[in-house]
């Protein structure tokens, strides 16, 4: 092959060539490529850095307001449970009168014997009044 016998012939030309056109190259990249890719490198950290920095506000304001919101759901919780409460007692009371009218034929032992001696209330069975013990009591007064 003709081109190995040329090679010592031309070979220091083509060292010479190659360091020109590696120089040339460099220095394009180095002084026109490379401050733009830098300065865009530079300017997306900045951005990036500015993007958590509001994120984490706006993380601290979500924190902030949920801490509000459960603040705010726990007084309404301990608000429902005492209305529950309330209405529970009252609806009671209500409906124990309504029982107490109801059975009006309920009283108490006057004479002071076992029927009601601990002041419980008899019932009527018929023409006869009893206690909660189911002694008959025969001096009770409607």
């Known amino acids: 092959m003709p081109q190995i016998v040329q090679l ?21 990249i180095g002084r026109g490529m490379l401050p733009k890719i830098q300065s865009t490198v530079e300017l997306r950290e900045k951005q990036i850095a ?7 506000a706006a993380r601290s304001e979500a924190e902030e307001t949920e ?6 759901m726990d007084v309404a919780g301990a608000d429902a449970a005492r209305i529950a409460q309330e209405a529970k007692q009252d609806s009671a009371a209500k409906t124990e009168a309504k029982v107490r ?4 034929g309920v009283g108490r032992c006057d004479a002071g014997h076992g029927c009601a ?8 069975e ?3 009044w009893r206690g909660e013990g189911g002694t008959e009591c025969l001096s009770f007064r409607p």
Request: proline fraction near 2%; hydrophobic fraction near 55%; avoid cysteine.
């Open 101 to 104: 009218a109801a059975a009006g």
């Open 117 to 124: 001696a601990d002041g419980h209330q008899n019932r009527r």
């Open 67 to 72: 801490a509000a919101w459960r603040a705010r």
């Open 50 to 56: 500015d993007d958590l920095e509001r994120a984490q």
């Open 8 to 28: 010592p012939y031309i070979f220091a030309s083509q060292l010479f060539w190659l360091a020109v056109v590696f120089g040339i190259i460099f220095f394009v």
């Open 126 to 128: 018929g023409s006869r």
